[in-house]
């Protein structure tokens, strides 16, 4: 019996691997393919760029204000404000360019039935329409001047560079991206029951602002419910919070279930409306 199951077991484990490998080579083709399709215009990709780091400049300009009125906000100095500045210019790059256009492009997708031809297609199909397009102007510009910030910032703070600090912070970036695409992916599938869900997916996009500062000026009860039940707080915090030492250890416990808990939930969302899609050959 145990030898039977230990062979079934390390078969599945292996095909699971195997699917993951497929997986990954094929969404870097899906890179290597946006790529390819915005520099096939390169002087609109170079304006692309340029538009995109001039809304930066006008996104980093509360800095200036911050820094000219050094002021703390519950604990936070003008340079653990930078460094959470920085996070969410990164991961709002790492957002939009990865998820936010396989979000919007869903309901046309759903609604114009292309989705019957993706479903002929050897690979799962939740992942070829969720991740099949990225943005690469949003995400070069955003990840890179993120990381400069929290470079910069993190050299400010004094604080120490260890596998800890890097590990924990990395690690949640990670968990911060996996709960954005569930989160913002879980409104645009109500377009497999409703006709047009534009508005819908419109205001909860306009809740990413909520971390464009951290959620300590808020107060507790809105913090509740940011952190617990719409976990929007979750995306920027976070990481910030971790490496500056100020995380309670019940927000690293929902940190490692949450993405599981959003991922599943998506998944079965998913799942359902697939069963109630109506192709368009139908």
């Given amino acids: 019996m145990w030898p039977w199951g230990g062979r079934t077991m390390r078969t599945t484990a292996y095909e699971f691997a195997r699917e993951i490998k497929k997986h990954l080579i094929i969404y870097g083709l899906f890179i290597r393919f946006s790529v390819m399709s915005q520099m096939e215009y390169r002087w609109n990709f170079i304006g692309n760029m340029a538009m995109e780091t001039g809304y930066l400049c006008a996104k980093l300009s509360y800095v200036v204000v911050v820094y000219r009125s050094n002021v703390t906000i519950n604990g936070f100095t003008p340079d653990a404000m930078l460094f959470f500045i920085g996070t969410f210019v990164m991961l709002t790059g790492g957002y939009a360019g990865l998820f936010m256009i396989n979000n919007f492009r869903l309901r046309t997708t759903i609604r114009d039935g292309n ?42 703070l004094g604080i120490a560079i260890t596998l800890w600090t890097v590990g924990g912070y990395i690690a949640l970036l990670m968990v911060s991206l996996v709960v954005s695409y569930s989160l913002f992916l879980l409104p645009n599938l109500l377009s497999f029951w409703l006709l047009n869900t534009s508005s819908i997916a419109n205001i909860t996009d306009s809740f990413w602002d909520f971390n464009s500062m951290p959620m300590v000026i808020y107060s507790g009860w809105i913090r509740l419910i940011g952190v617990f039940i719409l976990p929007i707080f979750v995306l920027t915090n976070f990481p910030t919070l971790f490496v500056l030492d100020k995380m309670p250890t019940h927000y690293l416990i929902w940190a490692a279930l949450l993405p599981i808990l959003l991922l599943f939930l998506v998944r079965w969302v998913w799942l359902r409306g697939l069963r109630n899609y109506n192709s368009a050959s139908s």
């Fill in 115 to 156: 989705l019957d031809l993706l479903m002929t297609k050897p690979v799962s199909l939740q992942f070829l329409v969720t991740m099949r397009q990225a943005n690469l102007t949003l995400l070069g510009v955003d990840v890179i001047a993120g990381i400069i910030i929290v470079v910069i910032a993190w050299s400010r």
